[in-house]
């Protein structure tokens, strides 16, 4: 304590109350100073009445005490206590200080036990008393001791004047003897003070002497002998498998100072366990911190200095049902219904009431017994017990050893079965006789006392019954029983009879021996008393078994039946209890009874309901009845914070006004939460209580024993009992929600242990089922087993692993789903809105954007989902309707799953995400790109030079309808093919044969036709414009004249995307085309009178389609923009118009020629805004390629596109399998169909060409538009001979391996084209000179074609090599085809890699099927039927007439051009047709296509126009015929016309 | 249902004071992830379709001379959501963007918060996180560019999807406050509780 505390302290002493001090003592410090105050208050008073009672001079004798004690202060050396004594001692004697004796007593009876130390209270004493002239003395004492000069009295005393003067103030008013101190000072001699000069104590002094009461304990660690109590080994708990805890962490020095310190005290060793180390509990800091990490919201103030509010919170208290203030939701309610309380005993009952409450009782059991009724049950099961053993006897002759080895068993369950039946009879039996025997009793006793107390009556109802078949049923079982009986009495004999044998043999064999040892004995004369030894142990013979008696057996069964059944005939007698008894009228009675009466109405009862043993609310008192029920009815709304503890009845009976006694206390069991109001029933809880009742009437009393008999035999005593119906139950608040308290996790088994350690957290939910997962996670998360906390884990893991409890051995997908579901699987299948919700997340085409799903189920209406589920059913029923081709529909079924598959993996796919899908960030500029930056800023400006700028990109998902269109820029035209004059003669162009030599001929041949003059005059102009049509939007341009227009016009048509989904996934699959079609507008002179003439120009126009180009929406939308120059497809046969063939008749590859083979017009078209295309699918697939190919292609790639990044390199593909394979392994040699070739054997050229056509004529499906993800699947040919669709690479590989089979050198060849984009052609090498072919088309261009679709190279493609162009140039005409020179060409196998021999994935051969020529005149007729159907509905005013003549003479011609594949007919074709409607204009044209589908073939027709035409007299012809090739390839021609009567 | 928030986005705290020496900070305000492109399209299946705005830029906010890291914009958002189903509940995504040393723009961060359900007043302060590069030789360039790493899209914060690949950094706090009002949420079946000042009008 302080000094500073201690002046505080004196003074608090006068007046003030103590100040709470902040050090830890400070409770006990308060407890000491209050005592102290009192025992100062006592002492003061104390000592005023010793004042006033001694002399009034007290002075001298003061000073002289403090004299006289002076000599023992100077003795007082050792310590203060010691001082202290001394002092006291010599302070005993001084009357004048009764008030300090006191203390000085108490501190004197301390000292006597304890010797060293002062005590807190003494120590208090020291410091706070005011020890009036002791201070002075013990200084002077101190001096004294010393031995120094008394000299300087006079400064010491001023020094002790002013600490006087201080002392003074601080001392109490009472304490006025402190004023002696100045008298004493006064007088003060000089032995009182000693002067000496400062002491100086060297260091090492002090250390030394420090060291004298210091201890220092050593740092060193201590033996564990030490520690250990004598002879013990150091034991340690851990290696025995107890559980100790983790120790606190202490440094070991720390551990050492302990151990030597405490070593040093008594009983020291207490303080080390077993294993010789410091007792210690377990560590309780926890691993991790609890406390969240702080953000200061307020700057500048540091977070844990920011003041909080927190709401006001009651304490925790510790016990378990409390809910903490953190759960706190409000009262929770608990319901108390107490209905009412029936005594069974009661000290007021009369007998009768007794017997009464007797028969209800036994009625009640009766009553229990017969719901259960168990006789009927085992008599049942000993029926088919019996049953069984007859049915096993029987079959059993075929020796069954299951059913022979059962029968003992069914033996002794029978036995069993009829042992319970005739136990539970015999007790119906009695149960019923008791009834009628205490009824006897009540009514014999209500005769006997002339009055009814009870309204008890009992019936006894009669049930006959047929006497015969009682009596058969009877004696059956009785035989029965008997028989089984006999049976098991046989079975006891024979097993009897059995031991009897061995026994009778032993004894037998005994005898024998005794009989040959006797004879022995005679013989040796043995020792007499080993004979008797041998006779005393004489066994005794034998008793064969009795064989049991059938009579006899039958006897006992009889009077078994007798006792405990029924007998047979004997009615079945049913009790029924009734309370319709009247009881008679009190003044009928005699005096006792009304006594008792009275007694009983004066009496009344209630209950006190005490919650958690504390009274919370008491029923009304009511009285109780005649019949001792007592009807409260009432339910107490408890409403509760605390989970409840207990719950009390205590059951209070009242004698009329004044005493209330207990009778009985009953506890109510806390409901179940599941246990509400409204459902919980009413239970009776039965009480009793030991009171002992006497009673001066008629009543019974309790506790006393009574006779029902007249000579008070037979006593029997009652205590008071009764039953309390009530019901508990907890409330359901006004929502609906049970107002339950939390229940406080105090649970045990495996949930709450499982919290403890956070299994879930490491493991998850579903570890937690997986027991070797659980087991697994113990083992690696270092679980102590000892620890208590892991006891029921660790029990389940033991249990599981060695197999005691059953483990499911399946395992459970979400096995926690349960929980969670809202409502059950079938109502969430049955609901509609559920069903829409869950398809559109599962963005089904139909759903994916349907928005603002109906909150009822009543607004959605059925038909939403009509159109699905049509298209689920189709999905598996083949529709041929659709196809008109069984083998079409077989493959788009298939297709469709094949495409469904791929796209589930790519949905799968595009969830992956890589740090550059999320992320944008700069990649790092090279070296390369920051000199590029500044030599361009030395670069010169040119301002005027114009710049192409990127127009800003639109991610698909911000569009709608309307926001998107397509700009078609129509630029020019070449070539259109001109009008003939209907009438002029007809131009036989000359035919030359064409041979190979010619065709490849390095220089065109410089053949002119001689023009003639008159042709060029005759010339009519063709006025052409372009009508574009898209997704049946038309937009056109102006009319131009000549066979070269320029229109440079930008036409716009907007686009819609389908469904309104605008997603890169959905616009990727818009299978929309853009047809570009050229006609040519014909003025007509309409004017059906000459004289009008004069006055007016009536002219009609028509328009005659030219041709048409078909670009599919897909390409424009990877393209973004497609600009270039395209061949205009035109018909082969154009009646009345004529190409310009001025310039060369010749066909040839020869691009001279070239330019005039075909019309051409040049194009820009663009999507405004620029979309971007989608993302290509990074997955990476499996493959069964080798790891090292796949480096080395990945190098290769990488190397190549480092070069030329524009130029893309293909090394490897994915199949359709979705795998990765090596791109060589597609080119192999192929068989073509040899149809084709035998039709022109001779000609390779030509056959050549045919099979290219027949590659054509397989139908072009993009790859895009069946598998929306952009990747480009790759069939083998004969997948795609059987899917009969596919895109460039799959009529490239086909066409490039039937070459190859064909003996000639051909190539794949990677590259771009227009308008198809990247792409594959086929390169072959014929007679030195390279050929470029176009699978798709089926056309071929020379190296050096200036309108050759493709337009850069990026890689050569053999069967055993990958070849990239490494020249500057990649545009063909421009590069050397010459693969041997790496310089041009970078092989990918080269000597450093050489070819590993990959196994082609294509087939050996391939085999067609043989055209199936009906099948084709069938869908022939079947498709010019629906065009026809369509024509006319396209023309829904106007009466379409069809000229048959002209069908027909159509229909003759398209073979025709088939087989000449639409070449050099034209003008035989016209002049048959001129001769044959020699008074018709006809105009019209053969459409030539692959076969997929019928809705193309629609489209082309449609795009045509021809339906369009509006002359009143106008008649329409349309032939269709379909040229079957092998393998269902088939070669569709539809020729339309119309045909306008000449007048 | 409806409901509506009124959210002035009251102030911003950021990582490191000392580089922000009078920086404006312009706010983008992206409300939830992948909504409606536009009103009157076919809407994704998600509850929140504001009709009108989706994006918003706030004002130019400067730091005050009295507490040097606190930004206050208290700029006022009225959004109003319409759904019949509570799945994919509407978020506010927050872009915070403000000129670096050498004056460019960068982003200073992002953050998304659901709106509260509950109706009443509420304050949320988001914590705002940039993307790190990936490299430390990126971090220098981007940092002498000022082309810091950015997300493609601010709605990835208010989706999990690929998350996982990114590695961000946090930088500040947005504090929020709702006002949120909603509107037949009980009459449809909902029960959101009781409002933080019992102003639940269902």
């Known amino acids: ?1543 | 249902m409806t409901s509506t928030a009124n959210s002035p986005l009251s102030t911003a705290r950021t990582g490191s004071p000392r580089r922000y020496q009078h920086c404006p900070h312009p706010v983008t305000l992206s409300p939830p992830l992948s909504l409606s492109p536009a009103p009157g399209s076919p809407s994704p299946a998600h509850p929140g379709s504001p009709q009108g705005l989706e994006e918003g830029i706030s004002q130019i906010t400067s730091k005050s001379s009295v507490s040097p890291t606190t930004l206050v914009w208290n700029f006022p958002i009225d959004i109003t959501f319409k759904s019949t189903n509570p799945f994919g509940w509407p978020q506010i995504v927050l872009s915070v963007y403000g000129p670096d040393f050498f004056g460019h723009d960068v982003v200073r961060g992002y953050g998304a918060v659901h709106v509260p359900f509950v109706p009443g007043r509420h304050k949320r302060t988001i914590a705002m996180f940039v993307p790190e590069s990936t490299s430390r030789l990126q971090q220098l360039t981007s940092w002498f560019t000022g082309r810091r790493p950015e997300f493609t899209d601010p709605r990835v914060v208010a989706r999990g999807e690929g998350r996982e690949v990114t590695r961000v950094r946090s930088q500040g706090f947005v504090t929020v406050t709702f006002n949120v009002m909603t509107k037949d949420l009980h009459k449809l079946g909902y029960d959101v509780g009781q409002g933080p000042q019992g102003l639940h009008q269902a």
């Open chain 1, 1 to 1543: 304590m302080s000094a500073a505390r201690r002046s505080d302290a004196s003074e608090a002493v006068r007046e003030l109350p103590p100040v709470p001090s902040t050090s830890r003592t400070s409770f006990a410090e308060l407890s000491v100073r209050q005592r102290m105050r009192e025992k100062l208050k006592a002492a003061r008073t104390k000592a005023e009445i010793t004042l006033s009672q001694e002399d009034p001079s007290p002075q001298p004798r003061h000073l002289k005490g403090i004299r006289e004690r002076k000599p023992g202060v100077r003795l007082d050396k050792t310590s203060d206590n010691d001082k202290f004594r001394e002092m006291s001692a010599g302070e005993s004697h001084l009357p004048s200080k009764v008030k300090f004796r006191d203390s000085v007593k108490k501190l004197k009876q301390k000292s006597t036990f304890q010797n060293d130390f002062p005590s807190e209270e003494e120590a208090y004493n020291f410091f706070t008393f005011n020890f009036d002239a002791v201070p002075e003395k013990m200084k002077a004492g101190a001096r004294k001791k010393n031995g120094l000069n008394e000299e300087e009295e006079v400064e010491e005393e001023c020094v002790e004047t002013h600490e006087d003067e201080q002392e003074e103030d601080e001392m109490d008013d009472d304490v006025r003897l402190v004023k002696d101190d100045d008298l004493f000072i006064g007088q003060t001699d000089e032995d009182l003070v000693v002067v000496k000069p400062v002491v100086c104590e060297s260091y090492t002094e002090q250390l030394k002497r420090e060291k004298e009461f210091l201890f220092i304990p050593s740092m060193l660690a201590v033996p564990a002998s030490e520690k250990m109590p004598r002879n013990m080994q150091p034991r340690y708990l851990e290696d025995e498998g107890l559980y100790t805890g983790e120790r606190p962490v202490v440094s070991q020095s720390n551990q050492n100072i302990l151990e030597n310190r405490i070593l040093r005290q008594d009983q020291g060793k207490e303080w080390f366990g077993d294993d010789g180390k410091i007792l210690a509990l377990p560590n309780p800091i926890k691993q991790s911190s609890t406390r969240p990490p702080i953000f200061s919201l307020e700057e500048g103030i540091a977070p844990e200095f920011e003041t909080v509010y927190r709401k006001a919170i009651k304490m925790t208290s510790t016990n378990q049902y409390f809910v903490g203030p953190g759960d706190f939701q409000g009262l929770f309610q608990l319901d108390i219904d107490i209905s009412g309380l029936i005594f069974t005993h009661h000290p007021c009952f009369s007998r009768e009431h007794v017997l009464a409450a007797k028969l209800a009782q036994l009625y009640d059991q009766y009553l229990a017994r017969r719901q259960k009724n168990l006789t009927k049950l085992l008599t049942d099961k000993l029926h088919a017990l019996r049953s069984a053993v007859q049915y096993s006897r029987e079959g059993g002759g075929d020796g069954v050893p299951v059913a022979q080895q059962s029968i003992p068993e069914y033996k002794v369950e029978i036995r069993q079965t009829r042992r319970l039946r005739d136990a539970e009879q015999e007790k119906d039996r009695t149960l019923l006789k008791t009834i009628i025997k205490v009824w006897k009793q009540i009514k014999s006793l209500r005769d006997f006392q002339k009055f009814t107390n009870t309204p008890m009556k009992l019936y006894l109802r009669k049930e006959e019954v047929d006497q015969k078949s009682d009596e058969k049923a009877y004696e059956a079982e009785i035989q029965a029983e008997i028989k089984e009986l006999l049976e098991e009495c046989m079975e006891e004999y024979e097993k009897k009879m059995e031991e009897y044998k061995t026994q009778l043999h032993d004894w037998k064999s005994w005898k024998k021996t005794q009989k040959s040892k006797k004879k022995k004995k005679k013989d040796t004369h043995v020792d007499e008393e080993s004979d008797d030894h041998d006779f005393g142990e004489e066994r005794i013979k034998p008793i064969p078994p009795r064989m049991a008696n059938s009579l006899e057996i039958e006897q006992q069964v009889r009077e078994k039946a007798d006792n405990c059944r029924r007998k047979p005939g004997e009615p079945i007698l049913v009790p029924e209890l009734t309370l319709s008894g009247s009881i008679t009228p009190t003044e009928q009675c005699p005096r006792a009874e009304v006594l008792r009466r009275e007694d009983v109405k004066k009496r009344s009862a209630f209950i006190k309901v005490l919650f958690n043993s504390k009274e919370v609310s008491r029923t009304v008192t009511r009285p109780i009845s005649s019949d001792f029920r007592v009807h409260f009815g009432q339910i107490f709304n408890l409403q509760i914070i605390n989970w409840p503890e207990s719950l009390k009845l205590q059951i209070y009976e009242t004698t009329g006004m004044s005493s209330t006694t207990l009778l009985a206390e009953v506890f109510l069991p806390v409901p179940e939460t599941a246990v509400l109001t409204g459902t919980a029933p009413l239970e009776e809880v039965e009480f009793s209580s030991d009171q002992r009742v006497m009673l001066d009437h008629e009543g019974v009393g309790s506790g006393v024993s009574f006779s029902f008999e007249a000579d008070g035999s037979n006593k029997m005593t009652f205590m008071t009992s009764g039953k309390v119906s009530s019901s508990v139950s907890w409330a359901v608040g006004e929502k609906g929600i049970p107002l339950i308290p939390p229940v406080s996790q105090q649970s045990t088994g495996i949930p709450s242990a499982l919290k403890h350690i956070d299994a879930i957290a490491s493991i998850g939910t579903s570890g937690l089922t997986d027991m070797k997962k659980l087991a697994k996670w113990a083992a690696e998360a270092k679980l102590d087993p000892n620890d208590p906390n892991n006891a029921a884990l660790m029990q389940l893991i033991m249990i599981s692993t060695s197999g005691e409890a059953h483990v499911p051995d399946f395992f459970r997908l979400e096995q926690l789903q349960q929980e969670f579901n809202f409502v059950s699987d079938e109502e969430f299948n049955r609901s509609k809105r559920f069903r829409l919700l869950r398809l559109r997340n599962e963005e089904v085409a139909e759903f994916r954007n349907y928005k603002q799903v109906p909150l009822h189920e009543r607004e959605i209406s059925e038909k939403i989902f009509q159109d699905y589920e049509k298209r689920m059913q189709e999905r598996d029923v083949i529709d041929s309707k659709n196809y008109l081709d069984a083998h079409r529909a077989v493959v788009a079924s298939y297709l469709q799953k094949v495409r469904e598959s791929v796209i589930n993996r790519f949905l799968i796919a595009k969830h992956h995400f890589i740090l550059s899908d999320l992320v944008n960030e700069e990649e790092i500029p090279g070296l390369g790109i920051l000199g590029l930056g500044l030599f361009k800023l030395a670069e010169p400006k040119r301002p005027l030079r114009p710049r192409r700028k990127e127009r800003k990109k639109v991610t698909a998902q911000n569009l709608s309808d309307g926001d998107i269109k397509l700009l078609v820029n129509i630029i020019r035209a070449y070539d259109i093919p001109v009008r003939k004059q209907v009438m002029s003669k007809l131009q036989q162009p000359s035919k030359s044969s064409r041979s190979f030599n010619e065709m490849f001929a390095a220089s065109p041949s410089a053949q002119s036709q001689p023009n003639s003059p008159d042709w060029a005059f005759n010339q009519v102009l063709v006025r052409p414009f372009v009508e574009v049509s898209f997704q049946r939007t038309l937009c056109r341009t102006t009319t131009a004249e000549g066979p070269s227009p320029c229109w440079n016009e930008e036409l716009e048509l907007p686009f819609r995307a389908p469904n309104g989904d605008y997603s890169t996934h959905s616009l990727q699959s818009v299978k929309d085309e853009v047809f570009i079609n050229v006609f040519d507008e014909v003025l007509h002179d309409a004017v059906e009178d000459d004289c009008e003439r004069g006055s007016g120009i009536h002219t009609r126009i028509e328009r005659h389609w030219l041709g048409c180009v078909k670009i599919p929406f897909t390409t424009i939308y990877f393209q973004a923009r497609i600009d270039g120059t395209f061949k205009i497809n035109i018909p082969p046969v154009l009646l009345g118009y004529s190409k310009e063939k001025n310039v060369g008749m010749e066909r040839g590859y020869d691009s001279v020629r070239n330019l005039s083979e075909g019309s051409y017009i040049t194009l820009f078209i663009t999507i405004e805004p620029q979309l971007i295309p989608g993302e290509s699918v990074r997955e990476k697939f499996d493959t069964q390629e080798d790891g090292k190919l796949l480096q080395a292609a990945e190098q290769y790639e990488a190397e190549c596109t480092s070069k030329f990044p524009s130029r893309q390199c293909l090394t490897t593909v994915i199949d359709l399998d979705g795998k990765t394979v090596f791109i060589t392994r597609y080119i192999k040699p192929l068989n073509p169909p040899q149809e084709l070739l035998d039709a022109v054997p001779d000609r390779s050229q030509t056959a050549a060409e045919l099979v290219a056509r027949y590659v054509a004529l397989i139908p072009f499906l993009p790859d895009s538009v069946s598998f929306a993800g952009i990747c480009d699947l790759w069939s083998t040919s004969d997948q795609f001979l059987y899917l009969l669709a596919g895109d460039e690479e799959e009529h490239a590989v086909l066409l490039c391996n039937y070459f190859l089979g064909m003996g000639k050198k051909a190539w794949l060849i990677t590259g771009n084209a227009i308008p198809e984009g990247p792409t594959a052609y086929v390169l072959t090498l014929e007679q030195s000179q390279y050929v470029i072919w176009n699978p798709s088309t089926g056309c071929f261009y020379g190296q050096y074609d200036t309108f050759c679709p493709l337009q850069n190279v990026y890689c050569l493609i053999s069967c055993d090599n990958i070849w990239f162009n490494m020249q500057e140039y990649d545009s063909p005409g421009r590069i050397s085809f010459d693969i041997s020179k790496p310089k041009h060409w970078k092989p990918f196998f080269s000597r450093s890699l050489p070819f590993p021999g990959l196994r082609s994935i294509q087939p050996e051969e391939l085999t067609y099927e043989r055209s199936d020529k009906a099948a084709a005149l069938e869908l022939q007729s079947r498709i010019e039927k629906i065009l026809k159907d369509k024509i006319m509905e396209w023309r829904p005013m106007r009466p379409t007439r069809w000229n048959r003549y002209c069908t027909s003479t159509l229909r003759n011609f398209l073979p025709l051009l088939e087989q000449n594949q639409g070449k050099d007919i034209e003008d035989d074709h016209q002049a048959e047709l001129q001769k044959q409607l020699g008074d018709y204009r006809v105009s019209g044209f053969p459409i030539h296509m692959p076969y997929s589908e019928v809705r193309p073939l629609i489209e082309a027709v449609h795009s045509t126009g021809v339906h369009t035409i509006d002359v009143s007299n106008v008649e329409f012809a349309l032939a269709v015929y379909i040229h079957a090739y092998p393998q269902h390839v088939l070669s569709v021609w539809i020729y339309v016309a119309s045909l306008v009567r000449n007048r």
